[in-house]
């Protein structure tokens, strides 16, 4: 046998040598005299890289390096600065935030006044009797602490409709013009599974609506996003992910014209990061029949996983206990799709070859997606079908080693103990050790990823490295200290686990000779960080298959 691998060896880089090109490959650009962390556990720092036709040439010591310098030969002297693999956000909504925000008010401001003031400036530029959008909205963010009333919006804009998603999605806020507009009085009924809230003191609309008495809005509301806007939304956003150090996004709800967004923007040179595009359920039997499975596309833009949901929010408190959230003894939250239905859809893509990532946050949602994964295994055994647990949040030892034995991949939620810090106590102390549990995962040897869900938590990869290795929110408050990780691990996390994530680890997620020329360059070296501070350190520049994406 011994003979028959050398053989296949030896063929292999006779095969190698013949694709070589006459002359020896030369580097186009070198970074030296830098503090590189290469997350490569065979050679983990370095001094400089060479980069060629969007690879890395070699990644060593400074005269290594620049050993390989030829004539033309760009060389950039870093001066000492810190470099990392470019950061992987394997799981939020890029293309669907940047349509947002090219029609939408950025509504994540600390007052309401502020609120008011950005509103009534875009009504300004908006054509009389037109709607006015916002988003990013969070009821618990602002000095006031109180939620908007539909008075703030009237006074705010009288003479528009105006309407406010709230940062989770599920709930939102309305002017009387709007409400006008979309068909709701006072004595409007609760839709199933929605809700209209009323002022209790005068039985007045206060303006709050949720779940689905947010069709009514969505009906009303002409949003009409034509091709070129998709396409805009992707470089709009991709100069957001750009400049905060991300390099890699998973689109975890794509729809095909998320898709197309992404094929029409990298083909104007305007996608700046790496695009790995879920497929919605309800697109998976088109997307079958033309052939198309997990994998089809380029290092640039590649079809994802199939997305499947199972239970609710972590945010705005829906996802499904096993023990009721806090203060709420009945609340167990809820489930969004039955286990069949999620073992009929799953089993569609499982056996087409298909990646499933299906989202699951609280205990019950995560041993529900388990039994239908494991299921799916047992009758029909795949050998590296890389399940995704979106979010997985609330565990425990059952499921974890459950996560182990099938090799799935758990993304869960980044930022939030930082920047939601204000609704971890719906948790309590003691489930807070189980949630967005990075430590156990690392433990079992799980290979877990940094995932911000952008809109609903922030995207910036320091706010996740200081999230993950303080578990401390922004007023100081600790939540599940027992999961905290080193920040050498979050970065890890933040990089080769996301590349892990997606197939993709043998081109991206570290600092390695052949691999995508995707890095970042800090002005401070997080190694050396006050762990309290890690959210300051700033992105210098970002670079994406060789080319700087970013220069502050
Ligand atoms: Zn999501």
């Known amino acids: 046998m011994a003979n028959g691998v050398k053989r296949r060896e030896f063929l292999g880089s006779m095969a190698g040598f013949a694709l070589l090109p006459l002359e020896q490959e030369k580097p186009e650009l070198i970074l030296h005299n830098a503090n590189v ?201 991709s100069k957001m992910l750009a400049r905060s150090g991300i390099t890699s996004a998973t689109e975890a709800q794509g729809v095909p014209e998320d898709l197309r967004a992404y094929q029409d923007a990298h083909e104007a040179g305007e996608l700046l990061y790496r695009a790995y595009c879920f497929i919605n359920y309800h697109f998976l039997d088109p997307m079958l029949e033309a052939g198309v499975r997990t994998g089809l596309g380029d290092e640039w833009v590649r079809v994802g996983a199939v997305k499947l949901v199972c239970d609710g929010s972590i945010s705005e408190r829906t996802a499904r206990l096993s023990v009721p959230y806090e203060g709420r003894p009945s609340d ?117 990823t940094q995932a911000s869900d952008y809109p609903p938590g922030p995207f910036e990869p320091m706010m996740a490295l200081e999230s993950e290795v303080t578990r401390t929110d922004s007023k100081g408050n600790v939540w599940g200290p027992k999961q905290r990780i080193t920040i050498e691990e979050a970065i890890r996390v933040g990089t080769l686990h996301g590349a892990y994530a997606s197939y993709e680890e043998n081109i991206k997620g570290s600092l390695e000779a052949g691999k995508l020329a995707d890095l970042v360059v800090l002005g401070r070296d997080p190694l050396r960080e006050n762990p309290s501070t890690l959210i300051t350190v700033p992105i210098e520049r970002t670079m994406v298959g060789g080319r700087w994406s970013f220069e502050a």
């Open 332 to 448: 167990f939250g809820i489930l969004v799709m039955t286990e069949e239905e999620m073992y009929t859809h799953g089993r569609k893509a499982h056996l087409a070859g298909w990646q499933i990532g299906t989202h699951a946050n609280g205990d019950v949602g995560i041993d529900t997606t388990l039994r239908v994964y494991e299921r799916l295994q047992r009758e029909s055994p795949r050998r590296d079908p890389r399940f995704r647990l979106e979010h997985c949040t609330v565990v425990n030892d059952e499921l974890i080693a459950r996560i182990k034995a099938l090799g799935a991949i758990p993304t869960p939620f980044s930022t939030y103990v930082y920047y939601h810090g204000e609704k971890m106590r719906y948790y309590g102390a003691d489930r807070l050790n189980h949630m967005f549990a990075l430590r156990s995962f690392i433990d079992a040897g799980i290979r877990p």
């Open 37 to 237: 962390w290469t997350v490569n556990a065979a050679e983990p720092r370095a001094q400089a890289v060479a980069i060629s036709r969007g690879r890395f040439l070699a990644v060593g010591s400074n005269s290594d390096v620049l050993n390989l310098a030829v004539s033309g030969v760009q060389k950039i002297d870093l001066g000492g600065k810190t470099v990392l693999p470019g950061f992987i956000d394997a799981h939020s909504h890029p293309s669907e935030a940047g349509r947002l925000h090219l029609r939408m008010v950025d509504c994540d401001l600390r007052s309401i006044q502020a609120i008011q003031t950005a509103l009534r400036e875009r009504a300004t530029k908006t054509p009389a009797g037109e709607w006015v959008l916002g988003f990013k909205y969070d009821d618990t963010k602002t000095e006031e602490n109180r939620a908007l009333t539909i008075a703030d919006l009237d006074a705010a804009v009288p003479d528009h409709p105006v309407r406010i998603q709230h940062r989770g999605g599920h709930t939102s806020y309305a002017n009387s013009l709007a409400f006008r507009k979309a068909g709701i009085d006072e004595k409007t009924p609760d839709p199933p599974g929605g809700q209209i809230s009323h002022d209790p003191s005068t039985g007045k609309l206060s303006g709050r609506v949720a779940e689905s008495a947010n069709n009514y809005f969505n009906k009303a509301i002409p949003l009409n996003f034509t091709r070129e806007d998709c396409r805009e939304g992707v470089k709009l956003i």
